[in-house]
């Protein structure tokens, strides 16, 4: 049915476009022909590029792997760690540790989704063919707004390391230099995004293994002088400041720090072989979700006490205020601090990177589907939405601009927009994933034609969607624990009433109805219309040689 489908033509990005010198609106294969990738000719049931959006199978395995990490470590755990820490260490690690648990039940769940659809829009698009097209419509934007809130926020929080040797030099300044960087990065080819995020995922990940070492340095008393050993579990009101609510209140920052695993899945529609590289990130992430966060937060946790001043909280204004260079500081290794300063602006650079990569592609999908404006679904030749990508620019530096109004402040309320938004987005891929089986079921189909099942089926999204829940939800009580605490509130229920709006709008405009499970299409797009032959046979190819692909394999080895 795929072939019928999909091997007399392939058009690519909605018609429209006038200037077919620069923008590409329409391409088609006729009967018979055979693109060409990396020197291997495969059939013409599949492409370079994918159907209707015009965006290229660029990225390889190391790509996806490393922006599988890459893209979930950024300010909101070099910096704003230092928020979740100020809880108290059990309460962070308790936190850290359960949207780890979400996490890898989300990607068990989107891994099986990306792997037999590797579709342009991921989770998004599943929701219109899963669910009701008004919920994938309302999940498009919600992760849409996701996406910019935490580029703006990543804008904003550059200034933070960079103050540490230039503390004269406006915010601002700093701010529209990083914009600049991402906006060129994005804009090349996706290949070239690939490669970028590449490089910047390994030097945080150096970075945090260096981190790992010295901060159990200074835990033990070899750097520092002073064996801290669990002291600082013991310390004042230590291991959970503030009880209960203080617990509930630190999900949001760690949903906020954490998120982006879920970028495997978009990135699938740009990958080379999705059925051999989506599943091997899926099954990594968890490892990697382990060593890079729960053991860094329990370090920090050893080695920082929680009312440190230096700390992100609202009575800080250190300029010295990730825990990851207090750490350095305090093992007495000042120029090894400078080099974590670096680190913290790369990683912001990175994180801002993916995050405007994921916010353009999903705006573009979006177009090419009816749910935004037709020309921001027109690429380059090269397969780059460019329009979109200047629209979410233009759009993430409104949002940076508010900066101007009390840095603090706009960084709590995007945190807290990006923080739920994510969990949302990741609930809604539960969702998506029951549909899917479902309509598997009901429709006859034999699970041996999935080429990787997510584990713990049907208890993993089940169990992660009433998780999500209480986290979500939760944050209503520290909001009321100790008098009302409007910022507080606001910023962690803002997101609830846009997604709901943004569902009924739709609805109600295109009188949408819950597609039936008979009714589900479970062809279109199946396997990205390669064979499992083709995408072995352009992988081996396409590997990478030299330092390069010698690092990769070093450091998924260590990784997971």
């Known amino acids: 049915m795929v072939e019928s489908q999909q091997s007399r033509h392939l058009t690519h990005v909605p018609a429209g476009s006038e200037n077919e010198d620069s923008i590409e609106h329409q391409q088609t294969y006729a009967d018979g022909e055979k693109p060409v990738t990396d020197g291997v000719e495969i059939s013409s049931t599949a492409s370079t590029k994918t159907p209707q959006t015009g965006l290229h199978r660029g990225l390889t395995q190391r790509y996806i792997s490393f922006i599988a990490l890459g893209g979930v470590i950024g300010s909101g755990l070099f910096i704003g760690s230092g928020t979740a820490l100020s809880t108290g260490p059990g309460s962070a690690l308790v936190a850290y540790s359960v949207v780890s648990v979400i996490i890898y039940f989300t990607m068990t769940s989107l891994g099986e989704l990306a792997t037999y659809l590797p579709i342009p829009g991921s989770f998004n698009a599943y929701g219109s063919r899963f669910v009701d097209p008004a919920f994938g419509f309302a999940l498009s934007w919600n992760y849409w707004l996701n996406w910019v809130s935490t580029v703006a926020n990543e804008a904003g929080a550059v200034a933070i390391p960079i103050s540490y040797w230039l503390p004269n030099v406006h915010f601002a300044v700093w701010g529209v230099a990083l914009m600049s960087v991402v906006f060129v990065i994005n804009a090349a080819t996706v290949r070239g995004y690939g490669e970028a995020e590449f490089w910047f995922a390994l030097v945080k990940i150096l970075a945090i293994i260096m981190f790992i070492v010295v901060a159990a340095a200074v835990a033990s008393g070899a750097l520092g002088g002073h064996k801290y050993g669990v002291e600082l579990w013991h310390y004042k009101e230590a291991p959970f400041v503030g009880g209960f609510g203080g617990a509930l209140n630190t999900f949001i920052q760690a949903g906020f720090s954490m998120q982006g695993s879920e970028l495997v899945g978009v990135v699938a529609a740009e990958s080379k072989a999705p059925a051999k590289l989506i599943p091997r990130a899926t099954r990594q992430i968890i490892i990697r979700l382990a060593l890079f966060f729960v053991l860094t937060i329990f370090l920090m946790g050893l080695v920082i006490p929680y009312d440190d001043p230096r700390l992100i909280n609202e009575d800080s204004d250190a300029s010295i205020s990730s825990p990851f260079t207090l750490v350095f500081l305090q093992a007495g290794i000042a120029p090894a601090a400078h080099i974590m300063n670096a680190v913290l602006v790369t990683s912001s650079v990175s994180a801002c990177s993916s995050g405007l990569y994921a916010a353009c592609r999903t705006v573009h999908v979006m177009a090419t589907q009816g749910h935004a404006p037709a020309f921001l679904g027109r690429t380059t030749r090269r397969g780059v939405p460019l329009f979109a990508l200047i629209f979410c620019t233009l759009f993430t530096l409104g949002l940076w601009a508010f900066n101007f109004v009390g840095q603090g402040i706009v960084f709590v309320f995007l945190s807290g927009i990006s923080g739920v938004a994510g969990y949302v987005a990741w609930a809604s891929i539960c969702v998506v994933h029951i549909r899917f089986r479902l309509a598997w079921k009901k429709q006859g189909r034999d699970l041996g034609e999935l080429r990787y099942r997510a584990p713990f089926y049907p208890f993993g999204p089940v169990f992660c969607f009433v998780l999500i829940c209480i986290v979500v939800f939760g944050q209503a009580y520290p909001s009321f624990e100790n008098g ?60 990478a040689k030299g330092f390069r692909a010698r690092t990769a394999r070093v450091l998924s080895a260590i990784i997971g």
């Open 484 to 543: 009302f605490d409007s910022v507080t509130f606001f910023s962690s229920f803002i997101e609830l009433p846009l997604f709901a709006g943004f569902w009924a709008a739709w609805k109600w405009w295109r009188k949408t109805k819950v597609v039936s499970l008979d009714a589900v299409d479970l062809d279109t797009g199946a396997r990205g219309g390669f064979t499992i032959e083709e995408e072995t046979e352009m992988l081996d190819r396409s590997h």
